[in-house]
């Protein structure tokens, strides 16, 4: 049974960048077509997707968020990262790992972590 | 602003049936993207509830049900429960923003 826990800082502050973790147990990270995705979503509001990476290395960002954004794949680990810089307030949220499922050119997500709770803060 | 559009909340009585509205447009619904549907109960992450339109993951109750039509998609729910009561977000694929794209979220009472 595949899981995902995120990891990384809590508190953050502004101006700073933030790095988080994802650990892939229960399956490998490098098998089958898998995509890995990050999504937010601050405190009592919706859902925000961040990007996904395929095990090759080849990355979608949110336009909103790309000039700030990069993932990265670690199989050896089997771990995938985000790294957002220049954070401000904006980005306090709880921070989602997930595995997406593509059929086609649909995707979707089709298992969550617990999520992670960063607040940006001085 | 969410590109999807959803009502903020729908409520029902235990047993009744709701729906859940998601508002598209040509760069999603329209373009052939499929919608997906989720699940989040109070203070738990997201769970698939629906995808590919109207497919159920193992293990979620056949009382739950999608379906997408032109630019539009809903969610139904037959015989409500009490551990019904959640968020539910509705989610596709945007050709215009190349990307993922959410709907704002509906709070489901169960009265």
């Known amino acids: 049974q595949l899981q995902l826990q995120e990891s990384g800082p809590g508190l953050v502050k502004p101006s700073q960048s933030l790095t988080l973790t994802c650990s892939v147990s229960?399956?490998?990270?490098?098998?089958?077509?898998?995509?890995w995705t990050w999504i937010r979503q601050p405190r009592g509001k919706g859902l925000e997707w961040i990007g996904y990476i395929y095990k090759g290395g080849r990355a979608f960002y949110n336009p909103s968020l790309k000039s700030r954004v990069s993932m990265s794949v670690d199989g050896s680990k089997n771990q995938f990262s985000l790294e957002m810089t220049s954070v401000t307030d904006a980005d306090t949220a709880v921070y989602y790992c997930?595995?997406?499922?593509?059929?086609?050119?649909?995707?979707?997500?089709?298992?969550w972590g617990q999520g992670l709770m960063v607040t940006v803060s001085s | 602003q969410s590109v999807l559009t959803q009502p903020p909340s729908v409520s029902g009585a235990p047993g009744q049936r709701v729906t859940i509205s998601c508002t598209g447009s040509t760069s999603n619904f329209g373009a052939g993207f499929d919608v997906h549907w989720y699940q989040q109960l109070p203070g738990a992450a997201p769970k698939l509830l629906i995808y590919g339109n109207n497919n159920r993951p193992s293990g979620v109750p056949d009382r739950f049900s999608g379906s997408k039509s032109g630019t539009s998609a809903s969610l139904a729910i037959t015989g409500l429960q009490a551990e019904d009561e959640a968020d539910y977000y509705c989610?596709?694929?945007?050709?215009?923003?190349?990307?993922?794209?959410f709907g704002g979220g509906t709070k489901l009472t169960v009265l």
């Open positions: 989610q596709s694929y945007d050709n215009d923003l190349s990307g993922v794209i």
């Open positions: 997930a595995t997406n499922a593509v059929s086609g050119t649909d995707v979707w997500i089709a298992l």
């Open positions: 229960g399956g490998s990270i490098s098998s089958g077509g898998k995509s």
